[in-house]
């Protein structure tokens, strides 16, 4: 991911790590969790890039500060489970329901 939507004046670089790394092994395994790390916005690329679009089975983005979902969620095909607890979403787009899976 090229910016990823870190607070980093709270986080700091630390979590930038964690994030990073847990980005490279979701390639691998088709899972991300990505809770409790403030992030400010839905990672873009998740539902863009073709790497984590399909591959993804299970995303937790729980406990973060994302305000709304990616419009471009209907391209994450493998998706099976999204987690999304505590963040400021206050409504859900119709893409989330368009996923296949």
């Given at each position: 991911?090229?910016?990823?939507?870190?607070?980093?004046?709270?986080?700091?670089f630390?979590?930038?790590?964690?994030?990073?790394?847990?980005?490279?092994?979701?390639?691998?395994?088709?899972?991300?969790?990505?809770?409790?790390?403030?992030?400010?916005?839905?990672p873009?690329?998740?539902?863009?890039?073709?790497?984590?679009?399909?591959?993804?089975?299970?995303?937790?983005?729980?406990?973060?500060?994302?305000?709304t979902?990616?419009?471009?969620?209907?391209?994450?095909?493998?998706?099976?489970?999204?987690?999304?607890?505590?963040?400021?979403?206050?409504?859900?787009?119709?893409e989330?329901?368009?996923?296949?899976?």
């Amino acid at each position: 991911l090229k910016n990823p939507p870190l607070n980093y004046e709270k986080e700091g670089f630390p979590t930038l790590r964690r994030y990073w790394k847990r980005i490279e092994a979701s390639e691998k395994t088709g899972i991300l969790e990505l809770v409790n790390m403030s992030l400010l916005l839905f990672p873009p690329e998740l539902a863009m890039d073709e790497r984590y679009a399909y591959n993804l089975r299970y995303l937790d983005l729980s406990g973060n500060r994302i305000p709304t979902l990616h419009p471009d969620m209907n391209k994450m095909t493998g998706l099976e489970t999204l987690r999304l607890e505590n963040n400021l979403i206050s409504e859900l787009l119709g893409e989330v329901f368009q996923c296949t899976n």
